[in-house]
């Protein structure tokens, strides 16, 4: 029943204007280091975006039209957490959720989100013969030649039109990618623990286990006196790419005896409740971008700030409502960014403060601003490698800049795939499972935010920088000069 609903909304879907892939600049940054280096909605019948809004003494109802008056729907139905929806097998009705649990269950429940039921990663194959390619333009050519190759494979055993494909850096470069990884860890290690304590490493949802591999091959290979100390730790939301990762460990062809110094470990990150006294290493490259975001908007008079919930009727419809009441970990982000960032960044109250009452002043405006997402998730993040993992290290990679944005500052790309197609929407409130949200990362406000909360130094480099400093990139070159791996 579920197959036959979800094919009618994707058809549906692809009325709206597409894009058949996506391609965005990442940001590394690594400080003490911190290195910051990256899912699917079903639509409901009404399409509820953008503004337009009316106002009781402390909530807000946004919609582009007049819904059914959804406010005693509103007091009634109990407020609920991502939480406390892990054991559900299906999904919530008649309840409200704060923008971040909605985020966080669409993405994350363990019976129908994205990343636990729908995500399936690209694997290429053999790797890439960079330096027999032409140009760039080739590299793109082949990608989509195996992409399909790929994709025909899987249909072949079980057709899917709605599969959720996506890929990384570390699938598409590899080796070379993951070894300038290594690179970087064991210099530091050499440079500030060696030989008084182990590699300890830590990776946070580490996809199909590539990386992995591809660091302790190389540590395996030309640092065998690391390799004997090294011990490698994935923490990983997802069971079943936690069996994935398992599987490669088990294949004598993919793990060539690593098996004894990895740990695979089936968890939330934010479970954490262990403490880790030993100088460690975190990778989270392409993860900040699918922590889960609260919404804020604000009263274009007064700058009070306004918290994003969303109502789930009994048939399953989203309504978005803003109430002047800000929970604790809201409140504390805002407070830490007030006070902790020098540094200007985009948001709804910057610019002309008379320009924007006079434009909320006008006919038919709206009485909130744009949305503004925050990334309060990220902060208790920071917070959990503070109190577990005090002598950490934090290498990082992520998306600074997003396309085909929803309305807002700061706000996701929020997408599914059908029929070998990227479909695009315009709102975070979609079916959860079926979508990919996905936010960027202000690296600047990150930054500020990880010293606030750990005290640590940071470093913030642009992908390119850093794999010039790390990476051989000659392996990755082509024939005419052209570097896919610096310019992807």
Known sequence: METLLTSQVFRRLLSHQTCSRLRFHSSISYGSPLNVPRRRHYRSNKEEDDDGDSQTSSWQQRTDIFPPDKLRDYERFPMVTADALRNRR??????????????EDSLYNPHYGYFPKQAVIFSPGEPFDFNNMANEPEFHKLLGQRYTSFEDTLDGDVPNESRQLWHTPTELFRPYYGEAIARYLVTNYKLNNYPHHDLLIYELGAGNGTLMLNILDYIRDFEPEVYARTQFKIIEIASSLASLQTAQLSSPASSKGHAEHVEIINRSIFQWDTFVSAPCYFLALEVFDNFAHDSIRYDPFTEEPLQGTVLIDSVGDFYEFYTKSIDPV???FL?????ACSRPFDHPLRGRRWLRKLRASLPLAANLTVPEYIPTRLMQFFGILREFFPFHQLLASDFHALPDAV?????PVVQTRYQRRVVPVTTPFVQQGYFDILFPTNFEVVEDIYQAVTGKLTRTLLHEEFLKRWAYVQDSATKSGENPMLSW
């Open 90 to 103: 299906e999904r919530p009705r008649r309840v409200k959720m704060l923008t971040r649990d909605f985020v």
């Open 330 to 332: 809201t409140l504390r």
């Open 335 to 339: 407070r830490m960014r007030h006070a």
């Open 407 to 411: 309305k807002g500052y700061n706000a």
